[in-house]
């Protein structure tokens, strides 16, 4: 079954938990998809966690394009969600370019950082679906705080919350917030919200794929290691380059032979 918004929706009014994680090619995509995931989403961590840039404000609409193309092709039922870059939503006329741009190269829902109301509503009112981001964002934010943590800014997220829902958030991203924060905001909205480091009561979580596959050396305590896949393939590629160099493989098993009369023109 192909999960569209008015099932991600159905599952909050349900009490049922959203699944999320990030995604940056096509084998990934295949299993996550396989693994029964209610969202895939090509985040703008692409820049910092597939690429190897310092930041995400490095990160192109070009960039994400290419990913989401091979995203795309692996995934069959999961909700596809992609990020618009920074610098790409500037005012509602850009956003909405950026968006169809998004959508063409098949993006199911864009998300976008900030209290931008104005863009929110624009995208919402031309049929896009859009999920806003609020708490620690990285286009906005330059290092990973908690953001929330007082009476004055918690309200001032809350009231930011309900201010993009009211826009025509469709879905909304909660950045490393305190959990009591991430809880009242959730209650507090109709729509589903997907926290990371936002605590146990948000209607879904994500995470960054190589965070938790253990691929990144990082410790973070918001996120949890499901595999040290990170030690498997450094493993993998030392047993690879060691065997290659002392001639353990290929074996005879791996190679292919020509006809005996082939051969022997060729050896003559
Ligand atoms: O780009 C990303 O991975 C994100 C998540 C942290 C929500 O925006
Ligand atoms: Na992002």
Same mark, same amino acid.
């Given at each position: 079954m192909k999960k569209n918004m008015d099932y991600l929706h159905w599952k909050k009014r349900n009490d049922k938990k959203l699944t999320m994680l990030t995604c940056y090619d096509y084998p990934t995509a295949i299993l996550q998809d396989k693994a029964g995931l209610d969202v895939i989403f090509v985040g703008d961590s692409l820049g910092t966690?597939?690429? $190897? !840039?310092?930041?995400? /404000?490095?990160? =192109?609409l070009d960039d994400i394009i290419h990913h989401l193309k091979a995203v795309r092709r692996g995934v069959k039922e999961a909700y596809l969600l992609a990020d618009m870059p920074y610098? =790409? !939503?500037?005012?509602p006329e850009m956003a909405l370019l950026t968006a169809k741009e998004l959508v063409l190269n098949g993006a199911d829902g864009v998300k976008l950082e900030g209290m931008r109301e104005d863009v929110i509503s624009h995208l919402y009112s031309n049929g896009i679906e859009v999920w806003g981001h609020l708490g620690y964002t990285p286009q906005l934010h330059n290092k990973a705080v908690v953001q929330g943590k007082t009476f004055d800014s918690a309200k001032f997220l809350l009231n930011g919350a309900i201010a993009l829902q009211t826009a025509g958030a469709s879905m909304i991203v909660l950045e490393l917030i305190p959990e009591e924060l991430g809880k009242v905001i959730t209650e507090k909205l109709s729509i589903p919200t997907i926290g990371i $480091?936002? $605590?146990?009561?948000?209607?879904g979580q994500v995470l960054i794929v190589q965070d938790m596959l253990g691929i990144t050396p990082f410790d973070l305590r918001h996120s949890k290691n499901y595999g040290n896949l990170g030690q498997i393939m450094l493993k993998a590629f030392q047993s690879y380059s060691n065997e290659v160099e002392n001639g353990e493989?290929?074996? /005879? $098993?791996?190679v292919r032979n020509m006809k005996d009369e082939e051969r022997d023109k060729l050896l003559n």
């Open positions: 966690n597939e690429l $190897g !840039y310092e930041h995400e /404000i490095s990160v =192109t610098k =790409t !939503y500037e005012d $480091g936002a $605590g146990r009561f948000t209607d493989f290929p074996q /005879i $098993g791996n």
